[in-house]
């Protein structure tokens, strides 16, 4: 298991295992977790082993957003510059994460607040318990969301819904976050590391170059023109016939057999 301060990461059968523990604050972000978040991130789009990344929150929380104690210790003069610097490790996390090809699953335990929430819907799957709160949180404290948030959450529930969120700030229970598309499923509490070990397992024998394909199609769809998507779609496709895993495929479709991908 890979040593750092504020984040458990282990690599098991094709499936990074990235937990943030920091229970004694409810696994708020600090400096440090963004820090090694970025680390971990890349590390799981460099490693050909790593075909799904499972990540959870240690203790009773996801992540309660952002370490507002922490936010409290700089001078009115050093919080700007220390919010800048943590968004923008928080951000080259995300953004790498959201086209990186192994799949994203969340395993949600309890709270997600703040940054846990924009954690939340910048993953690809969310297994929520059935405890699991979802909160934006941010203008309770007088700030702005981040974390991607505000790209992915009006994709998610639409704007108008987004916008109450972001201001009303109110709880979704995790029986209103399935419903509004948050979560992909939601399991009892007891179950839960079960069922999203098992599903991203599921995913890590699948055709992960053309999981991180589509992941990379769906973030540009939202600002290309009809045409232009379709011309991202022909290269995408043509590009993907190419690999092993497609020629697999298609032969085990024509078979009429299981294909066994190798990500390759």
Sequence with gaps: MEQYSTLRFEVRGNIAHLTLNRPEAANAMN???????ENCIAR???DQAVRAVLMTGAGKAFCAGGDLKGFAAQTPEELPGFLEEMTG??????????????PVVAAVNGAAGGAGMSLACAVDFVIAAE????????????LTPDGSS?????????????AELMITNRVLSAKEALELGIATRVVPDAQLL???????AELARGATLAYGAVKRLLVAS???TLEDQMELESG???????TRDAREGIAAFVGKRAPAFTGR
Excluded: K
């Design 31 to 37: 400096a440090e977790m963004v820090r090694e978040l």
């Design 44 to 46: 799981c789009e460099d």
């Design 89 to 102: 490790h928080l951000h080259r996390a995300l953004s790498q994460m959201a086209r990186m090809r192994a």
């Design 131 to 142: 405890s699991a709160r979802f909160t934006m949180a941010y203008t309770r404290a007088g």
């Design 150 to 162: 505000s790209y992915f959450l009006p994709r998610i529930v639409g704007f108008r819904r987004a």
């Design 194 to 200: 079960a069922e999203a070990e098992s599903f991203a």
């Design 222 to 224: 939202a600002n290309n």
């Design 236 to 242: 995408a496709i043509a590009r993907l016939s190419a």
